[in-house]
């Protein structure tokens, strides 16, 4: 059973509209109360995910700038 859920933003979370679609945020929140360990793993800093910051909120763990760097 998979204990820790990583997913990238571009090309994987965002849909062509650079947006967070409810069904992905659906998913999140329902492996965060699995008590799923759910990261956002990203090449991308820490200043252009502030835009997502909100959607997110529920994450506790973010790698960022391609591994450079965490949240």
Request: aromatic residues 6%; proline residues 3%; hydrophobic residues 40%.
């Amino acid at each position: 059973m998979y204990q820790l859920i990583a997913f990238d933003m571009d090309g994987t979370l965002l849909t062509s509209q650079q947006t967070i679609s409810t069904v992905s945020l659906k998913a999140i929140n329902q492996a965060i109360q699995a008590k799923k360990q759910v990261v956002l793993a990203t090449g991308r800093p820490l200043s252009e995910i502030k835009p997502y910051r909100q959607d997110l909120a529920s994450l506790q763990y973010a790698i960022l700038e391609s591994g450079a760097s965490d949240l």
